[in-house]
C-alpha cells in the first residue's frame, strides 16, 4: 500500500464547477496534511495546508480533513482554466517525522 | 511567504561532468532541508533529508557518494550531482523546512545529462 494514495485522473471538469480531489494516507499518526499544486515543469506551489479534523477554507479552495478515515480532500469552487494543474497531496508527521511524503498527484483540466 | 532559492534552474552537462545545484532560503533560517527527484508525470521523491552542521540522511537507494549534499549554514544546502549520467536527468527541488512542519520548495532545477 502507497503511503499517500492520489486518483491520477486526470479529472475534468467544465469551467465554474467544482472540482472535488481526494487523498488517503496510511500513516495514522500523520500530523500535517498539505496540498500543492504544480504546473508542467514547474515546482510545487503550497495552496493549502490543515492540521485539524473538518474544513478550512481560504478563498475558492477548502482542505476537509477526516483523520478517523485516514482522508483529505480538496475542493475548488468556480474552476478557472488557470487552475488546470497536477495537484499533489502530501503528509508530514507520524514515522516519517518532519519528513514530507508527497502522493503521486491528480491531474485537474478545468474546461473553458 | 518565505522565499527559496534554487539555482542553476536549468544545466545542461555532459555525461561524467559533476553538476552543483544551491538551494538558499532567503527570509528565513532553515534547519532542515530537503531534496527532492522527480521523472516526468512521476510524483516527487524524496532523496535526502539535509539538518545544518550534520550529515544528510540519504532514502533508500539513493547513493550518497553519487549525490554529495552539503548544509553548511542555516539557508543554504546543496546537492552536487557527481559523475553524471544520462539517467540522472531529471527535475531536482528543493524545500527548505520552518518551524515544525513548514516547507517551501525552490524553482527547482531541470538537469540534463547529455
Known amino acids: 500500500q502507497k503511503e499517500v494514495e492520489q486518483n491520477s485522473g486526470p479529472l475534468s471538469v467544465p469551467e465554474g464547477a467544482i472540482a472535488s480531489l481526494n487523498c488517503t494516507y496510511s500513516?495514522?499518526?500523520?500530523?500535517?496534511f498539505f496540498w500543492y499544486r504544480q504546473y508542467s515543469g514547474k515546482s510545487p506551489e503550497l495552496i493549502m495546508f490543515?492540521?485539524?479534523?473538518g474544513d478550512k477554507e481560504d478563498g475558492r479552495f477548502t482542505a476537509q480533513l477526516n483523520k478517523a478515515s485516514q482522508y483529505v480532500s480538496l475542493l475548488i469552487r468556480d474552476s478557472q482554466p488557470s487552475d488546470s494543474a497536477t495537484y499533489l497531496c502530501?503528509?508530514?508527521?507520524?514515522?516519517?517525522?518532519?519528513?514530507?511524503?508527497f502522493g503521486a498527484g491528480t491531474r485537474l483540466f478545468v474546461k473553458a | 511567504g518565505a522565499v527559496v532559492s534554487q539555482h542553476p534552474s536549468r544545466v545542461i552537462c555532459k555525461s561524467g561532468t559533476s553538476v552543483k545545484i544551491e538551494c538558499r532560503s532567503l527570509?528565513?533560517?532553515?534547519?532542515?532541508m530537503f531534496w527532492y527527484r522527480q521523472f516526468p508525470k512521476q510524483s516527487l521523491m524524496l532523496m535526502a533529508t539535509?539538518?545544518?552542521?550534520?550529515?544528510?540522511?540519504?532514502e533508500q537507494g539513493v547513493e550518497k557518494d553519487k549525490f554529495l549534499i552539503n548544509h553548511a549554514s542555516l539557508t543554504l544546502s546543496t546537492l552536487t550531482v557527481t559523475s553524471a549520467h544520462p539517467e540522472d536527468s531529471s527535475f531536482y527541488i528543493c524545500?527548505?523546512?520552518?518551524?515544525?512542519?513548514?516547507?517551501?520548495f525552490g524553482q527547482g532545477t531541470r538537469l540534463t545529462v547529455v
Open positions: 524545500s527548505a523546512g520552518r518551524g515544525a512542519t513548514e516547507a517551501f
Open positions: 500513516d495514522r499518526g500523520s500530523q500535517s
Open positions: 490543515i492540521y485539524s479534523n
Open positions: 502530501a503528509v508530514t508527521g507520524g514515522t516519517g517525522g518532519f519528513k514530507t511524503i
Open positions: 527570509d528565513f533560517q532553515a534547519t532542515t
Open positions: 539535509s539538518n545544518e552542521g550534520s550529515k544528510a540522511t540519504y
